[in-house]
């Protein structure tokens, strides 16, 4: 079976966990001479308009997607040191696992490459993963990197 990968979506948060599974996802695009997204999802502010109020539900959203603009650089400035094409694409979505598979989807991605964050306990119970949702539910194949 022969495996054409064109396209990688690298899924980041900007933690340091993602770091290792951007270096996985350029050097795979560099190997297969594809092209990688690199795609952050900013989550819905709803439970912070609750709690603060619409003011600063604003203030938060700016704020992470301030910070999905510094994850996707970090995909960039890795990608032209391996001479490797980066797309950044910042999204709104219900949910993080909801908006890398939907975009996956939408846009023909060949491969999805994502980190993982090693929430353990309780955490993990309340949140979830993000990254065994995608794996679990995701129409596309899917590289988890610890």
């Given at each position: 079976?022969?495996?054409?990968?064109?396209?990688?979506?690298?899924?980041t948060?900007?933690?340091?966990?993602?770091?290792?599974?951007?270096?996985?996802?350029?050097?795979?695009?560099?190997?297969n001479?594809a092209?990688?997204?690199?795609l952050?999802?900013?989550?819905?502010?709803?439970?912070a308009?609750?709690?603060?109020?619409?003011?600063?539900?604003?203030?938060?959203?700016?704020?992470?997607?301030?910070?999905?603009?510094?994850?996707?650089?970090?995909?960039?400035?890795?990608?032209?040191?391996?001479?490797?094409?980066?797309e950044?694409?910042?999204?709104?979505?219900?949910?993080?696992a909801?908006g890398i598979?939907?975009?996956?989807?939408?846009?023909?991605?060949?491969?999805?490459?994502?980190?993982?964050?090693?929430?353990?306990?309780?955490?993990?119970i309340?949140?979830?993963?993000?990254a065994?949702?995608?794996?679990?539910?995701?129409?596309k194949p899917?590289?988890?990197?610890?």
């Amino acid at each position: 079976m022969t495996v054409n990968v064109r396209s990688i979506l690298i899924a980041t948060d900007g933690s340091e966990n993602v770091k290792n599974a951007v270096n996985w996802g350029i050097g795979l695009a560099k190997a297969n001479d594809a092209k990688i997204t690199a795609l952050y999802v900013v989550p819905p502010a709803g439970v912070a308009v609750a709690m603060r109020g619409e003011m600063w539900a604003k203030a938060l959203e700016s704020h992470l997607k301030e910070e999905g603009e510094k994850a996707t650089a970090y995909v960039v400035e890795m990608g032209k040191k391996e001479g490797v094409e980066v797309e950044c694409v910042i999204i709104d979505s219900k949910a993080p696992a909801d908006g890398i598979m939907d975009f996956a989807t939408e846009n023909d991605i060949d491969l999805i490459v994502m980190g993982t964050l090693g929430l353990t306990g309780l955490t993990h119970i309340l949140l979830g993963s993000v990254a065994e949702n995608v794996v679990r539910h995701a129409k596309k194949p899917v590289l988890v990197i610890p």
